[in-house]
């Protein structure tokens, strides 16, 4: 499986532990795309619709749902773990969503 920047997968998240986003949902793929190429792995970031705008919570727009990326969830994730692609990310929303990792790893 191809896995890029930006794609969205369907994404099994459970057995999740406390606070840790749960269940089978959309996550959007932020690791660069080398480390996807030689890595099992892939960074992830859960979508959710519900929830506040918190400043590490990117609002996005996917398969006509509102919601947002929730960067305070990050995960790596093993690929067998993505159940399917569901679509990418636009361009626009990616670039929020790598700012606002920039930001909150920033010194």
Known sequence: MVITRGDVHLVRLD???????????PCVVVSPDELNAHLRTAVVAPMTT?????????????????GFVALDQLRTVDQERLVKRLGALSPDTLAHVLGGLQEMFAE
């Open 15 to 25: 057995p999740a532990l406390g606070s840790e986003i749960r269940k089978t949902r």
């Open 50 to 66: 519900a929830g506040k705008a918190y400043p590490w919570r990117i609002r996005c727009r996917f398969q006509n749902r509102s």
